[in-house]
């Protein structure tokens, strides 16, 4: 007999041990605005939203910049400009956008390691999460997804009207199996593993800036 | 630190039948009290962020009801969810793997690996990989395994197990790992700032993401509905290697599963706060399918699940989310370490899951506890671990586990408890000795109880004969 | 009102004087204390060692001990959650003692009422620590332990609350394990007792006078740690504190 069929023949001789034919309801999920206690819910206003994003960002180490969608590219440009090496090996910041408001000097390239040598990545999220000031972003948004880990800076572009109370919306909003990867991103890379101090930038991006969209 | 004193705090004490003896590793381990104040503080802090968490979700208690109820429905339908994430993942484009155990999983990856001709693995954190022993089967086989969540990387540089499931270097002091990194990475001797030392770890796995032919990672939850596996990680380990290197491995425990995406609403709230009190981890990564050009496999991995789960008493330990919130509050781990337990996995979700791989080996674990219920109380998807712990001690001492003078004297204790003449009786000798005998002497008959405390003053007399004398004829 | 009461082995052999101040406390309450003879154990020394067959006999006699009772008052928390959880698998009647089967604090709390405790006009102006035992927190739900998110209650404080003067010491830890764990505290010792000495440590330093306990046993183990470190800090039962600050003598 394979590994599967052992496998699975186990699994189910062991679960009808366990429980019988009467097994366990799946429950049925939180709708949207369920609890108004907890991120708000569905009664939020708009503005209570982007208040409860802000904070959360602020604990996930993520600065937050409401601009237009005009001003990106002055956000992007102050930030290239932050990552500018001057005397020995001076050089001019790399930068890769996939938003049409900024204009890198690279293209996504075929070969993600191809992106190391990469300073600043730009791209927009799909849907913000108020309540942990996670930003969903499927591929189509991050060309490689390599960018995002080995940028040494990121902007990430946010409709503030894209913002939800919290997981539960989120999930609700977004079709997660729609492409072959999706992350929710809070924040920069960080770590506490020595001696549970926090440190930015473990392995992926130093900084996370948050480019806040008022539609 | 020279290699014999590391492998002397590392290794589990086993006893003259090759059991794990966890009050002996414990002794080791409180032995130095400065060491368990620092290693008890630093672990109540997480708990104490772990607190501020879960307090800021008013449905805290409520998410907790659903996240169990949420896994115990999939476990009791887990072959149907199983079936249905390969023929899901399978049409995306993932090949599908079953093992039945660790050498089997171990087989499989080798084989993937050796296809392609990979001699160079990143792997970020998989405490499946370690239960596997993949590692070491890896290495004998010519490929360089790299770990690389930091805490991960810092104990295998070391050649040490990690000592927690979320933390895995949590027992080492900065000055230690100043000490490794100057070793085995060239930073200048005396570094202990945890910024120049992540600094340094940052650069030397750069390269080692960069070179990678191959990346692996754990699975923190696989969607039957989408055929997709979350990866979750903070520093960003996984995604660097996952996004880079052209095959991609995931290894996972069948106990993994849930049934829809929007579960993970549930999860995800959960987990961070459990682990860490984070709102939100920073990487929580869906994976569909490879990238383009990319291959991906997903393993899944048996290993005895298939029989915990058969076990009424202790299914409900597949529950488990690895989140280490029963370790972190755990007033026992705290002040024994990880390496105390001699388990892949310690603390209380380790001494429910270590006996049923081998019973007589961890015998020992679950009476690792004071049965103080925190971790039950803790556990974000509401695993009855004091209950299970309770559970297992009838079953150790059933198979035989304890010493038989202790079974002898459990039966003699039960007799007495039983017998109330006899233990007014028993009583009375007991308080005629403690006054009588040299105090030294009394605590060595108490034996264990006489470690570090001062036995009880006697009194004169029992409540028995308070009542006698004093309230006649009240039965 | 009749109830009966339960002072366990160690109540009974090792801590007399906590079992004579709640028989003489519920007495001024107006309660009507039985105490029969049959039981002396619940049978949880064994049965947490991992022998609970071996406990069984005395969890049936004791069972069998309460069944005439009402109300049965266990001066334990642990040996209550005991009987709580097992006795309906041992004995016919079983589930029903168990039922009937109230904590100390529990019983002042739920049956007498906090308004006749305040009726005994007791005072004391003491700061002191209080230490619920984790069986009584956890497995009886006296108060919310600091991992759950729920309301905050607490029955042993409430019932305490009722003594004018005294106030209460804050710990950094409220409800951490004093280490005594039954068989745990002779099977580890080191750890077992490195927790007792931890939280005395947090007792000591939150300025407290005295510490007040639901359990004999976590008093028992605290003050034999304390002792051997030189430590003196009272170490009272709730039933002890309440008797004393009612100005009943004798206990």
């Not at chain 1, 799909?126 to 940028?151: C, D, F, K, Y």
């Not at chain 2, 490879?290 to 076990?311: E, K």
């Not at chain 3, 209550?80 to 079983?94: D, E, F, N, Y």
């Not at chain 3, 168990?98 to 906090?114: K, P, S």
Request: contains cysteine.
């Amino acid at each position: 007999m394979s590994a599967r069929e052992e496998i699975l023949r186990a699994v189910r001789a062991a679960r009808v041990a366990t429980f019988g034919n009467a097994a366990p309801a799946l429950p049925s999920l939180p709708t949207v605005g369920e609890w108004p206690g907890g991120a708000d819910g569905a009664q939020a206003t708009r503005s209570a939203l982007v208040d409860r994003f802000m904070v959360s960002a602020q604990g996930a180490a993520a600065r937050v910049v409401r601009t237009t969608r005009a001003g990106v590219a002055q956000l992007a440009a102050s930030v290239a400009d932050s990552l500018r090496v001057d005397g020995d090996g001076a050089r001019d910041p790399v930068v890769l956008s996939m938003v049409d408001a900024v204009h890198g000097n690279m293209a996504v390239p075929d070969d993600p390691h191809e992106l190391a040598t990469l300073d600043l990545f730009v791209c927009e999220g799909e849907i913000g999460v108020a309540e942990s000031s996670a930003i969903w972003l499927p591929t189509s948004r991050l060309g490689q997804r390599a960018a995002l880990l080995l940028a040494t800076e990121v902007i990430v572009v946010l409709e503030s009207a894209a913002i939800v109370a919290d997981l539960h919306a989120a999930y609700a909003a977004v079709d997660v199996g729609r492409e072959s990867f999706g992350l929710f991103l809070a924040g920069p890379s960080k770590t506490a593993d020595i001696e549970q101090s926090l440190v930015i930038g473990a392995h992926g991006a130093k900084g996370l800036t948050v480019a806040l969209i008022d539609g | 630190m020279t290699a014999s004193s590391t492998a002397s705090r590392t290794l589990p004490i086993l006893d003259a039948h090759g059991a794990v003896d966890h009050a002996a590793g414990a002794e080791r381990f409180t032995a130095d009290v400065d060491r368990t104040t620092w290693h008890d503080g630093a672990l109540w802090f997480v708990r104490e962020k772990r607190d501020r968490g879960a307090a800021s979700v008013p449905e805290w208690e409520r998410l907790r009801d659903l996240a169990s109820a949420i896994k115990s429905h999939t476990l009791s339908r887990l072959d149907e969810y199983l079936e249905r994430f390969e023929r899901r993942a399978t049409a995306r484009g993932i090949q599908v793997h079953w093992a039945r155990d660790g050498a089997e999983h171990n087989e499989i990856v080798l084989g993937i690996l050796a296809a392609r001709g990979a001699r160079r693995l990143v792997k970020s954190k998989s405490m499946l990989t370690e239960e596997c022993g993949l590692n070491a089967h890896l290495e004998r086989h010519g490929i360089e395994v790299v770990d690389t969540d930091l805490g991960e990387r810092i104990v295998q540089l070391r050649n040490e197990p990690p000592s927690h499931i979320v933390m895995p270097a949590i027992h080492l002091k900065k000055e230690e790992i100043g000490a490794t990194f100057h070793e085995k990475l060239g930073t200048p001797a005396g570094l202990a700032d945890p910024d120049a030392l992540t600094a340094a770890a940052r650069r030397h796995l750069r390269e080692r993401f960069l070179g990678a032919d191959a990346a692996m990672t754990g699975v923190n939850f696989a969607i039957a509905e989408t055929g997709g596996v979350v990866v979750i990680t903070n520093e960003g380990n996984a995604d660097l290697g996952t996004a880079l290197a052209p095959v991609y491995i995931a290894s996972m425990g069948i106990e993994k599963l849930i049934p829809r995406a929007a579960d993970l609403g549930v999860f995800l709230r959960l987990l961070a706060r459990s682990a860490t009190g984070q709102a939100s981890s920073v990487y929580a990564s869906h994976v569909h399918g490879p990238r383009p050009g990319q291959a991906m496999h997903v393993v899944l991995v048996d290993n005895g699940r298939s029989t915990q789960l058969g076990r009424g008493d202790f299914w409900g330990s597949l529950k488990c989310i690895r989140c280490a919130a029963c370790l972190n509050t755990c007033p026992v781990y705290r002040r024994s370490g990880g390496y105390s337990y001699g388990s892949t996995i310690p603390g209380p979700i380790g001494s429910v899951l270590t006996p049923g791989l081998d019973v007589r080996k961890y015998a020992a674990l679950p009476f690792a506890s004071t049965l103080c219920g925190s971790c039950s109380a803790v556990c974000p998807v509401k695993v009855d671990l004091d209950q299970q712990l309770y559970r297992w001690r009838q079953l150790v001492m059933a198979a035989g586990g304890a010493p038989p003078l202790k079974r002898w004297w459990l039966r003699a204790m039960g007799g007495v408890l039983a017998d109330p003449a006899l233990l007014q009786l028993a009583g009375r000798v007991a308080r005629g000795m403690l006054r009588v005998l040299p105090p030294r002497l009394a605590r060595r008959l108490a034996g264990g109880w006489g470690t570090g405390r001062a036995l009880p003053e006697p009194p004169r007399g029992s409540f028995r004969d308070w009542v006698r004398a004093n309230r006649p004829g009240r039965s | 009102m009749r109830a009966a009461l339960f002072a366990p082995c160690f109540v009974d052999q090792l801590a007399p004087g906590v079992a004579i101040a709640a028989v003489q406390l519920l007495e001024r309450l107006g309660v009507e204390v039985a105490l029969p003879g049959g039981a002396a154990c619940c049978g949880q020394p064994p049965a947490n060692a991992g022998d609970a067959r071996s406990g069984d006999a005395a969890l049936r006699l004791l069972v069998e001990t309460f069944a005439p009772f009402t109300h049965t008052i266990v001066l334990s928390g642990s040996c209550t959650t005991h009987v709580r959880q097992h006795a309906a698998q041992v004995a016919r009647l079983g589930g029903p003692v168990a039922q009937r089967t109230y904590e100390f604090c529990e019983f002042l709390h739920d049956v007498i009422g906090l308004d006749r405790l305040r009726a005994l006009a007791a005072s004391d102006t003491r700061c002191v620590a209080v230490h619920i035992g984790c069986h009584a927190l956890r497995g009886l739900q006296l108060a919310t332990p600091s991992e759950r998110m729920l309301p905050a209650m607490d029955k042993v404080r409430a019932v305490l609350g009722t003594v004018r003067g005294l106030s209460f010491a804050p710990l950094q830890r409220p409800d951490e394990c004093c280490g005594f764990g039954g068989s745990f505290s002779v099977g580890e010792p080191a750890v077992s007792a490195r927790m007792g000495r931890d939280r005395l440590d947090d007792i000591g330093a939150s300025g407290a006078d005295a510490v007040v306990s639901t359990d004999v046993s976590c008093m028992l183990h605290l003050s034999a740690i304390g002792r051997a470190a030189g430590r003196t800090l009272p170490m009272l039962h709730v039933a002890q504190l309440l008797a004393t600050a009612s100005g009943i003598g004798g206990a």
